[in-house]
């Protein structure tokens, strides 16, 4: 399926996400819309061509004529603004958003949306060490993975064209999941992994360490740099799933001390072996 | 300091490391020969003009001729091939290595010693993930730390050699560190960090997370694809810093999975700003 070019497509939050959607989907020919509070946001993606037209206040022409809205706010902020402006919106519009977290989010909105609207929830797999529209760059997309995350209450209809949005983007590849293995797989392969760059940079005074640093080191840590106040709310809104991943990985790592204070090589070299293997894998 | 143009060089072992030295050596108009066990390392040497000469033998007049011996050898055949061997040696010759770990090798190596030779230990931290002569690559060493690691029993003269080399083969940040704070320093930046890695892989059948995996997992578990004898030598080598390295972490991951739990949000915060902080000295 492709998407319509005559849609009116509305973006609700211009920051780094939001905004490399905007740029993306305008680039490809379609009207874009967009709300931030933020004048200078707004300002910049005018002027830059990355939007048609942008408003810091919720314009009702705009919310009203918008067949598609893009949420790309953050997860709390989000409910509340369905909540208290759903009832401006166009009968039929499909709303999607870019949050990072799901079954927190999902069922709530799908329960408190009008009846006449659809909810289809995805998460692009992608993003920089940097914010804000100013650095806004679709380019991020084409290596990454998008994922739609549909629940029993979607038609084929909305996850179609959700899946199109991601086609549209770019997106290397575009796959699906339900919102509890999406939170589960979240948990694992992003935010154990910020959890453990974050302790390696504050375990140890490591100032000094700067001159001896090699590639090992900096590669673990390079996602370390973090927004916190985006990823504690994400954190928080994963909780169950993310201490469940932590708990794996401490029992793992108090197993590979014990081997090593045993000196136990074989059962260390077991493991070496097996990492090996299953990591060949990802560079195929 | 310079290396003296008409040194006598001697590489034993022309694995990956051993045969980028050779390579960079020999590349800047050093004679360089090299004494490994496996034919083919030797045929592919020459072949390739990375070495003047080879042998797979004790080559006695090859060992007596050197001027500089660079052991590039697993640590535990290293030291037993002086024991054996320094009856050959030239008087006056200097010796170095490449070993990842040096407490457990340094003094010993330099207590059983002849009196007229001398060992002067260094580390270059560079590699790949790959192996073997027919790999070598001397511009590894271009973006790469040469830690020099001198004991009491060193001359400045031996010292300021060990730099030279480092300097000839083109690394780009030379220091140097006594053996404690070396295996420390290396228990921490690399060690660690290789475990952290293994463990990451091992904990969960991941096979399925190919898929999903954005550039966060893949750069924590590059390293992951590890060299089981070596590594697991290495580790036993360092065995009291790299546990007393895990434990740092441990306790450290262990808080903030407590500050999760008890949704202390501040104190999260507080964390990620430090480790961003700390991080971007890294990116200067």
């Known amino acids: ?48 061509k990355i939007i048609d037209y942008g408003s810091t206040e919720i314009d009702e022409k705009m919310v009203s004529s918008a067949d598609l809205i893009i949420f790309a ?45 659809e ?24 290596d990454a993975n998008y994922i739609v995350v549909p629940t029993d209450a979607n038609t084929f209809n909305a996850i179609e064209m959700c899946k199109a949005i991601g086609e ?13 293995a999406h939170d589960e797989m979240i948990g694992f392969v992003s935010q154990l992994t910020h959890c453990i760059a974050i302790c390696l940079m504050t375990c140890s005074k490591s100032e000094h360490l700067v001159d001896y640093t090699g590639d090992s080191f900096r590669d673990l840590t390079r996602i370390a740099r973090i927004n916190e106040n985006m990823w504690s709310e994400l954190f928080m809104l994963n ?3 993310l201490l469940s991943q932590m708990e794996t990985f401490i029992s793992e790592f108090n197993g590979f001390y ?19 293997a299953r990591r060949a894998l990802f560079d195929k």
């Open 1 to 48: 399926m492709k998407l319509d070019k005559n849609l009116n497509i509305l973006i609700v939050g211009l920051g780094l996400i939001g905004g490399s959607y905007a740029m993306g989907l305008h680039k490809k020919g379609y009207k874009v819309s967009a709300i931030d509070v933020n004048e200078n946001s707004v300002k910049y993606a005018i002027d830059n």
């Open 258 to 276: 014990e081997m090593l204070k045993n000196e136990d090589i074989e059962k260390i070299k077991e493991k070496m072996i097996q990492s090996t």
């Open 239 to 241: 909780k169950d799933a």
């Open 73 to 117: 706010l953050y997860p709390h902020i989000f409910l509340d603004w369905i909540k208290n402006n759903q009832h401006l919106f166009k009968s039929g519009a499909v709303i999607t958003d870019v949050t990072g977290v799901k079954s927190c989010i999902v069922y709530e909105i799908q329960s408190v949306l009008r009846k006449d609207l």
């Open 119 to 142: 909810f289809i929830s995805a998460h692009p797999m992608a993003g920089k060490e940097v914010y804000g529209v100013e650095n806004a760059d679709d380019s991020i997309f084409n």
């Open 168 to 180: 549209t983007l770019g997106f290397a590849r575009i796959s699906s999941l339900p919102p509890k």
